[in-house]
């Protein structure tokens, strides 16, 4: 059964840094995407950051291309999310997730379309 967990999140002052570890379990990496999305309140769930490791793929959503970067450590069965430069809007629950890959070797970016899912883990940033 697949299991994924967060860690990192926490509190961050504006133009800082923070790293998100994300550790899965049961996890085919041939076949599944592994995405970082985010949820503000009141606002829906927006994948920021995906990859597909086996096929060199990654997706970045425009407000953290160039700031975050997504890497995935196959021996240990980890995926990280890598924050330079927050922002304040980046302040949001964050997701790890797991979704099937599309034909072509490219990942979904809708949140609908990854079937597991983590518990969360808050990110604040502050002035």
């Known amino acids: 059964q697949v299991d994924l967990a967060e860690s990192g999140g926490g509190s961050v002052q504006t133009g800082g840094s923070l790293r998100l570890s994300c550790a899965a379990s049961e996890v085919d990496y041939r076949d599944y995407c592994m995405g970082w999305f985010r949820q503000r309140p009141g606002q829906a769930r927006e994948g920021i950051a995906i990859i597909l490791s086996p096929a060199s793929y990654t997706y970045y959503h425009r407000t953290v291309q160039g700031r975050f970067t997504i890497s995935q450590d196959s021996h240990n069965d980890t995926v990280y999310l890598q924050m330079n430069s927050v922002k304040a809007d980046d302040s949001a629950m964050y997701y790890c997730?797991?979704?099937?890959?599309?034909?072509?070797?490219?990942?979904?970016?809708?949140?609908?379309?990854?079937?597991?899912w983590g518990q969360g883990t808050q990110v604040t940033v502050s002035s």
């Open positions: 997730a797991a979704g099937k890959k599309m034909y072509g070797d490219v990942c979904p970016t809708r949140a609908s379309a990854f079937a597991f």
